[in-house]
């Protein structure tokens, strides 16, 4: 959610919050997924998440071309929430 409300005119302060949950969630998503051997795609795909929103290194573009990073980032994690309900059930 932070990812596609990040489309806003929010404050820098939000941008940064953005990059420490998305490289956490990211990070640790990634981390799960590759050690259990399921969906390793998808493992991959947050592993590259973790790196382009990881706080320390930061990956410096133009706002426009982040607001649509920003939204094409939200897939991965919309995809991972729909096939883990599927699991579920």
Do not use: T
Not at 35 to 56: D, S, V
Request: proline content about 4%; charged content about 10%.
């Amino acid at each position: 959610m932070m990812l596609v409300a990040a489309v806003g005119p929010w404050p820098y302060g939000y941008f940064m919050l953005l990059r420490l949950v998305v490289c956490g969630a990211a990070a640790l998503l990634a981390y799960s997924l590759l050690q259990r051997e399921m969906f390793r795609g998808l493992g991959w795909a947050f592993a590259a998440l973790a790196l382009l929103y990881n706080p320390i290194f930061r990956v410096h573009f133009e706002r426009e071309f982040w607001m649509v990073l920003n939204v094409l980032s939200a897939v991965p994690f919309m995809i991972f929430g729909w096939k883990s309900s599927q699991l579920r059930r």
